[in-house]
């Protein structure tokens, strides 16, 4: 659907903007604990279409402490909800045929990736739009001396910067909201026509 050339506007894409909460940071072994995931269909967020589940963590997987301390799940929350191997299923029918968006979405993309790899499912390879990178980009425009490390690339803080309301953090559907939002803003700042501007 997608192709370097003739890139599509884009507002005639679907994004899905996704997050995850995760039993901790290391991809090797931390499990999906939750996915939050939000539809933008024709420069609209399509609230209506939301998915969202918590995941029960595989045999061994562990919640790390520090990671408790950001997004309150506990084993008791989880221990019920849907494997992963039914979530992923639910994951990859959005993504055919749609963009991936995410805000920092190396943390995301990588868990998603080894997932799909270990669940013996092939990865969709959707385009990606990471609304950390875009920001980045705009720094690079509007501040070319700031150091890259002094530009507000942290979510919550990255929303205020630009006006946007605050929201409780780590929470997967509502930080995937709070990711589809400040990507139609940052759209804007920068005029983006189509697609590959947002690369």
């Known amino acids: 659907m997608f192709s370097f050339f003739g890139s599509p506007a884009w507002d005639h894409v679907t994004y899905w903007a996704l997050d995850l909460e995760t039993g901790g940071l290391d991809a090797k072994g931390d499990p999906v604990l939750a996915v939050g995931m939000v539809p933008v269909r024709e420069g609209v967020i399509r609230i209506g279409q939301a998915f969202r589940t918590l995941v029960r963590p595989g045999e061994g997987g562990t919640i790390d402490p520090e990671s408790v301390r950001a997004h309150q799940l506990l084993w008791g929350e989880v221990k019920e909800a849907p494997t992963l191997a039914e ?113």
Not at 114 to 136: E, I, N, Y
Not at 141 to 156: E, H, V, Y
Not at 161 to 166: D, F, R, T, V
């Open 87 to 199: 979530v992923l299923p639910e994951i990859e029918a959005r993504l055919e045929d749609a963009v991936l968006l995410v805000h920092y979405g190396v943390i995301d993309v990588t868990f998603l990736r080894r997932d799909f790899r270990r669940s013996g499912l092939r990865w969709p390879s959707p385009p990606v739009v990471d609304t950390a990178k875009l920001l980045r980009k705009i720094g690079s425009l509007t501040q070319p001396d700031l150091p890259a490390d002094m530009l507000p690339l942290n979510l919550g803080r990255a929303r205020k910067a630009y006006g946007l309301p605050e929201y409780q953090a780590h929470d997967a559907l509502t930080d995937a909201i709070a990711t589809a939002e400040l990507f139609l803003v940052l759209r804007k700042v920068l005029g983006a026509r189509t697609l590959r501007d947002l690369r």
